[in-house]
């Protein structure tokens, strides 16, 4: 009898130990797999399960549970992600959501979901102003985090840009969500302060068949330029119409037209030259091992592709500081967030092993520094990040680097228009 005894206690710690092995924490993720900025979701899905499956190998969280991830399709639409979300964080009870992409897709969440509810959100790519007005304004709680810059930035990074390769005149059409018109206004403000003509402001609703009657509009301005505020989808519709109708093939473009879909679909020679502007990188060791190690998990999306690398930060951001925290609580996130890129701790890097180091620093109580993908990450009181702004133009069908405008030219630029 007590050898069976004996038995049963073993095989009870036995199954005691396995389900301790086991055990998940789960993330919820809303992210815009399908519609306009599908292709947009679907990398940066790809780079967040690459980072959880990084902390995952290197040990794990919280005792060594495994990362894992609750994947929602916000079909680049608001109210679909606010149900999903909402879903997440009522019924999953996830403590953190990591998206959206778009800012119309995030503000709604933010608002209605996260903030209320008091959980962590996670922004990859979703970069409208008026996301720090929230904070400003006290509306986020202190649970709303991105990692990329503002559009507030962005406009004035690519004014200056297009002023300084002597584009003086150009008509914008821009999508009508909160991305868009914040980005138009900014960059309108920027660039007519350094001397450039607004010919005409053209606002466009997504998910039309054509944009004949507002390329009609932008065109009847005679403008030199047009600078398309878009998304792959749309904007190649909006492309080929204004090449049908004789537009000048002068082109500025915002990030999410750095997009390979964009440039085959409308045709590369139509594209030839024009210039485009996206947050930029300063490059690290992350960004050494993302470039060498997505392509093996990403399932042809390339590491270049918008918003692929800005959410692996996201996810490696969320997965440390839910192992620095040591409980799946949202409070407990928020708050160690800013502590795993600590500027005085040691500096950790993107990977198995050095996520492994990370993990065996936070155990010991002493401090990291995540340096990211896109480089050394610090988040403000509103959750916003500064970085420097990645300049591109259309060569032979490639977006090709032509150069970077740092963190401090655009704070010059700014300080100078104002």
Not at 31 to 36: A, H, Q, R, S, V
Not at 133 to 159: H, M, N, P, W
Not at 180 to 185: D, K, P, T, Y
Not at 228 to 255: C, E, K, M
Request: charged fraction near 20%.
């Amino acid at each position: 009898m007590s050898s069976m005894k004996h038995a049963a206690g073993a095989a009870f710690l036995s199954l005691m130990a396995s389900t301790a092995m086991a055990c998940e924490v789960t993330v919820g993720v809303v992210l815009e797999l399908t519609g306009p900025a599908g292709a947009f979701g679907q990398a940066g899905a790809k780079s967040i399960e690459m980072a959880f499956r990084d902390i995952n190998d290197a040990g794990g969280v919280i005792d060594g549970c495994t990362l894992v991830t609750d994947t929602r399709d916000s079909q680049s639409q608001g109210n679909v992600a606010v149900d999903q979300a909402t879903q997440l964080v009522s019924i999953g009870k996830v403590p953190v959501v990591i998206g959206g992409i778009i800012s119309s897709v995030s503000v709604p969440v933010l608002t209605s979901v996260t903030a209320p509810g008091k959980i962590v959100q996670m922004s990859p790519a979703s970069s409208s102003p008026t996301l720090t007005q929230l904070g400003r304004e006290g509306k986020t709680g202190g649970y709303f985090f991105r990692t990329i810059t503002s559009d507030a930035l962005q406009g004035v990074a690519a004014a200056k840009y297009a002023r300084d390769n002597g584009l003086d005149n150009l008509a914008i059409i821009h999508v009508n969500n909160d991305f868009g018109v914040n980005l138009m206004r900014e960059f309108t403000s920027a660039f007519e302060a350094l001397g450039g003509t607004i010919k005409s402001t053209t606002p466009y609703n997504e998910n039309q068949a054509n944009y004949a009657s507002e390329v009609t509009a932008a065109l009847s301005s005679d403008p030199e330029t047009l600078y398309l505020i878009s998304y792959p989808v749309d904007g190649a519709t909006i492309a080929r119409t204004w090449i049908s109708q004789g537009g000048p093939r002068q082109y500025l473009f915002n990030d999410g037209m750095n997009a390979a879909e964009f440039i085959e679909a409308v045709g590369p020679k139509f594209l030839e030259g024009a210039f485009g502007t996206s947050s930029g990188t300063t490059e690290t060791k992350s960004t050494e091992y993302f470039y060498a190690n997505y392509g093996d998990v990403s399932g042809g999306f390339e590491p270049s592709a918008p918003a692929a690398d800005r959410s692996y930060d996201a996810g490696a951001i969320v997965g440390l500081a839910i192992a620095k925290a040591g409980v799946a609580e949202a409070d407990a996130i928020r708050d160690a967030i800013r502590d795993v890129v600590d500027p005085a701790g040691e500096p950790i890097y993107a990977g198995p092993e050095e996520f492994e180091k990370a993990l065996g620093l936070i155990a010991e109580g002493k401090a990291i520094k995540y340096e990211g993908v896109i480089g050394p990450v610090a988040f403000d009181d509103y959750g916003d990040i500064s970085g420097p702004f990645r300049l591109w133009q259309i060569v032979e069908g490639e977006a090709v680097t032509t150069g970077q405008m740092t963190t401090e030219e655009v704070a010059e630029t700014v300080a100078s228009i104002q």
